[in-house]
């Protein structure tokens, strides 16, 4: 015995200095950051590096996105870490160090998810957020009629760029002017050019990402399942998208817009019920969609529902009167009520400034929409909902203090774009999109609230679609569902994921099920409703 006692001493040493270093784990802010400095070819600021040490500048990043301010706050979990990449390489190394380091990361571009999985986890502490808040590059190469746009930017940034370099060009995206292009295009991104056009999703050429490997891949690298995938499949499930390349679309030099509102007893259920028929049908040129708020009524005792038509004509005035003469006379729109403008200045009427805003604003990131409490759902239509239906939702409708409702139409371009073209799936025969919310002040239950929107919710049931209740993934709900046990998915998780992914993505799911368990098996791009992997690591 006596002669193994080195070999003891050297035992009993080794054994120490392994419990020492397992005693020490050093904060991941240390270890992600030197992680970071490692695998990034360019180098890591400290400024683009923020941790709750840094308390004002995190939080005030942190909240900058808020759309919901249900997702603010103390009660929210935060991240440990808020990384800004100022580089490509930067990004590379934050997917290779979450890998490395088994830390979870978020990924932000615009922060207007509905349900903030950008930027809050409820599924898995800690995590990190990578916000590409400065990544917002744009270049437009008007000749070639193509953009390439860095996932950062707003649509308003892009609108603005655009506009800049011709009056007669323009993209196909979201109304609301302050949505990342990262989360918007990814999840399809549809506007008020959808009839004409299609969706963002649908005009984009190519595309730069950075997959679960750390790698850059474009389009030719990438794959046509990959790219498919990424084009509506919903945004965090199959990597961090970079860059769009943009398919820009040709506006004419004059666009007409108006608006007009009908309350119940102006006709408004009537004037409605024929809007259902007539408004999918339309002149691809014309987006005439409907906006719904109680208002008080003109005795001023009670309240009223108010519809207030909206629309963008791509051509004169004298045309449009005459398609609205042949396609929807019971409006009664006239030459008063149009305003012949830009392009870009219809981009600011459809997001509801005031007439007054300068263009600029675009390029502020201000939203004509101030962040506040809310709840969202959305549903799709098929079949006209009757007059009773109506009767019924207006009652439903006026029970609560904010409600809000916008009816999309669809149909033209739509009609006319495969089903599996995209994992957008919302094509041929739906005739209308509604979105529903209601809002709330601070210091309210928020329940009475969620709980209204799920009786509404309920109520609509029989007049949208069904066999999948179809929903769409930019408009995020997660009362739809949620992945709650990605380590260990099971089957039973599986089948789960699968109600919420047929809703959004009807038979499109399974392919994006495919796609994600080849890209991206280890499911390092995952939230509460991101494509699962059919096997998952560590499942028997
Ligand atoms: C006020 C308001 C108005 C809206 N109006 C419209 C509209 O007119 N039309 C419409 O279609 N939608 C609209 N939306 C919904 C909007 O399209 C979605 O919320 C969209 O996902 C937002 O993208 P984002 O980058 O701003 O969001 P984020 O919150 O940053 O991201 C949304 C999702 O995409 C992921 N993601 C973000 N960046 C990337 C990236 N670079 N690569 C991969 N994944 C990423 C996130 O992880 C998250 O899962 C609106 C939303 C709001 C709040
Ligand atoms: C955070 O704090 C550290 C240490 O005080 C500082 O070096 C760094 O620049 C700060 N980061 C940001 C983004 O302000
Ligand atoms: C006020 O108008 C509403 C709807 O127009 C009507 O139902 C109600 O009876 C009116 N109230 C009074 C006091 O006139
Ligand atoms: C803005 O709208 C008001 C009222 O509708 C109108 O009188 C005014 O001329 C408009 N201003 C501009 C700059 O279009
Ligand atoms: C995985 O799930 C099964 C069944 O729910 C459970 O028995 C098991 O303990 C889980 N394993 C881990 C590692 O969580």
């Not at 070819?41 to 808020?66: E, Q, V």
């Not at 509102?261 to 339309?282: I, M, N, Y």
Request: glycine content about 8%.
């Amino acid at each position: 015995m006596e002669s193994s006692s080195p070999m003891r001493l050297l035992l009993v040493l080794v054994l120490q200095l392994s419990v020492q270093l397992r005693a020490y784990t050093a904060p991941i802010e240390e270890t992600f950051f030197r992680c970071l400095s490692v695998n990034s070819k360019l180098a890591i600021p400290l400024s683009s590096y923020y941790t709750p040490n840094n308390a004002s500048s995190f939080t005030s990043l942190l909240d900058s996105t808020a759309q919901s301010l249900r997702y603010v706050g103390p009660k929210v979990p935060k991240p440990d870490i808020i990384f800004t990449p100022l580089g490509e390489p930067h990004v590379q190394a934050a997917v290779i160090c979450s890998r490395r380091l088994n830390v979870h990361i978020r990924v932000r571009s615009g922060g207007h998810d509905y349900e903030a999985v950008s930027y809050v986890s409820q599924i898995e502490t800690p995590f990190i957020v990578i916000d590409l808040v400065r990544l917002r590059g744009i270049d437009v190469d008007i000749p070639r009629k193509t953009a390439w746009v860095q996932a950062g930017a707003t649509d308003g940034e892009v609108y603005y760029k655009i506009a800049e370099r011709s009056k007669v060009h323009g993209f196909p995206m979201g109304v609301c002017t302050t949505i990342g292009i990262g989360g918007h295009i990814t999840g399809g991104g549809i506007g008020s050019m959808m009839r004409k056009f299609g969706i963002a999703a649908d005009n984009v050429l190519d595309a730069r990402i950075v997959d679960s490997k750390g790698r850059i891949l474009n389009r030719a690298a990438m794959g046509e399942d990959l790219f498919w995938a990424i084009r509506g499949g919903g945004g965090g499930s199959f990597g961090i998208i970079l860059a769009w390349r943009i398919k820009l679309v040709n506006v004419p030099q004059t666009v007409t817009v108006f608006t007009v509102s009908k309350t119940l007893d102006q006709d408004g259920t009537k004037l409605l019920l024929r809007w259902q028929e007539v408004a999918p049908k339309l002149d691809d040129n014309l987006f005439l969609n409907v906006a719904i708020r109680p208002a008080p009524t003109g005795n001023g005792t009670s309240r009223t529902v108010t519809t207030t038509y909206r629309a963008l004509f791509l051509g004169s005035r004298t045309h449009l009167l005459k398609v609205m003469e042949e396609g929807f006379p019971e409006l009664g729109l006239t030459s008063q009520d149009c305003i012949e403008t830009s392009w870009i200045e219809s981009v600011l009427y459809m997001a509801l400034f005031p007439n007054t805003t300068g263009l600029e604003v675009l390029r502020q990131v201000i939203s004509s929409i101030p962040p506040g409490y809310f709840k969202a759902k959305a549903d799709f239509v098929r079949v006209p909902i009757p007059e009773s239906g109506l009767n019924g939702l207006w009652k439903l409708f006026l029970e609560e203090e904010s409600p809000f409702m916008q009816w999309t139409p669809y149909g033209g371009m739509m009609e006319r774009i495969f089903e599996d073209a995209t994992p957008f799936p919302h094509r041929r025969g739906i005739l209308f999109e509604i979105f529903y919310s209601t809002s709330w002040q601070k210091d309210e239950d928020p329940s009475k609230h969620m709980n209204w929107i799920k009786r509404l919710y309920n109520y609509m049931g029989p007049y949208v679609s069904s066999s999948p209740r179809e929903a769409y993934v930019n408009y995020r709900d997660l009362d739809l569902g949620m992945n709650r046990n990605w380590k260990n998915a099971t089957d039973y998780d599986l089948i789960e994921a699968s109600a919420w992914g047929t809703k959004y993505f009807k038979r499109n799911f399974y392919k994006l099920l495919e796609v994600k368990s080849r890209v991206d098996p280890d499911n390092i791009f995952r939230h509460e409703q991101s494509i699962p992997p059919l096997l998952v690591k560590g499942q028997t």
